[in-house]
């Protein structure tokens, strides 16, 4: 006879293991006045460069936008309307046009929001 299943085993417990990625790219949407919005997407590694990439946003969906430098988040690019689910096509979108092999996994970036 064994007792091996009465071992305590927390459900609530922070797992140690690493089965999610740590470093989150994250794409809010931030209400301004009436119904103008903002995009923001932060979390993104050194090895992409934020001018780089707000210019292809702005020339892909016609929209202006910026570089915040926060002191807790770091460089945020900010675009103005709700770009949410065409940012994340284009972050994770492997064609060469785009991201090509710089593309990142879906589940790297989180869609906050409404």
Same mark, same amino acid.
């Not at 006879?1 to 809010?28: C, W």
């Not at 934020?50 to 929209?63: D, G, R, T």
């Not at 988040?73 to 710089?102: A, C, N, P, W």
């Given at each position: 006879?064994?007792?091996?299943?009465?071992?305590?085993?927390?459900?609530?417990?922070?797992?140690?293991?690493?089965?999610?990625?740590?470093?989150?790219?994250?794409?809010? @949407? +931030?209400?301004?006045?009436?119904?103008? &919005?903002?995009?923001?997407?932060?979390?993104?590694? %050194?090895?992409? #460069?934020?001018?780089?990439?707000?210019?292809?946003?702005?020339?892909?969906?016609?929209?202006?936008?910026?570089?915040?430098?926060?002191?807790?988040?770091?460089?945020? @690019? +900010?675009?103005?309307?709700?770009?949410? &689910?065409?940012?994340?096509?284009?972050?994770?979108? %492997?064609?060469? #046009?785009?991201?090509?092999?710089?593309?990142?996994?879906?589940?790297?970036?989180?869609?906050?929001?409404?």
């Amino acid at each position: 006879m064994s007792i091996e299943n009465l071992k305590v085993h927390d459900p609530f417990a922070d797992d140690v293991g690493d089965t999610q990625p740590k470093n989150y790219v994250h794409i809010r @949407i +931030q209400q301004r006045n009436g119904r103008k &919005t903002l995009t923001t997407v932060q979390g993104l590694s %050194k090895e992409y #460069s934020p001018k780089a990439l707000l210019k292809a946003f702005k020339k892909e969906y016609a929209c202006n936008g910026t570089i915040i430098q926060d002191p807790d988040m770091g460089e945020v @690019i +900010q675009l103005q309307g709700d770009h949410r &689910t065409k940012v994340m096509d284009f972050l994770t979108d %492997k064609d060469k #046009s785009k991201m090509g092999k710089y593309a990142l996994q879906k589940d790297h970036i989180k869609i906050h929001g409404f």
